[in-house]
């Protein structure tokens, strides 16, 4: 028989009850989740797993009963960032020359 590691089971012993609220892109990212659901007080974990593939993902997890809060925290941040992005990427653009149109006569 073999001997599962103490740590293991404590790890799967603390997500009990836990869900996959999303999948971070990187470390980075996850990390980026937790701090912003940690601020609005819902519980949070992230995980490294291996999907059917055999790839590793980063899940970030919450409590069941906080997922639908987690979702929509995490969905109102995704789009404000995308707003954010998309309002520097209009002001990156060069401006119309209309200088272009003008004769020199």
Do not use: C, W
């Not at 073999?2 to 740590?7: A, C, D, F, G, P």
């Not at 799967?12 to 999948?23: D, I, K, S």
């Not at 470390?27 to 659901?37: F, G, K, M, P």
């Not at 519980?43 to 999907?51: G, H, K, M, S, W």
């Amino acid at each position: 028989m073999t001997k599962r590691s103490k740590k293991g089971r404590d790890a799967q012993a603390n997500l009990q009850g836990y869900v996959v609220v999303t999948f971070a892109d990187d470390v980075e990212q996850a990390r980026d989740y937790e701090s912003l659901l940690r601020a609005n007080e819902v519980p949070v974990e992230i995980t490294e797993q291996a999907d059917q593939m055999g790839n590793r993902e980063i899940a970030v997890m919450v409590p069941d009963e906080f997922l639908d809060e987690a979702h929509v925290i995490i969905e109102s941040q995704d789009a404000y960032d995308d707003f954010y992005d998309l309002a520097l990427e209009d002001d990156n653009e060069e401006e119309f020359d209309s200088d272009i149109f003008e004769d020199d006569f």
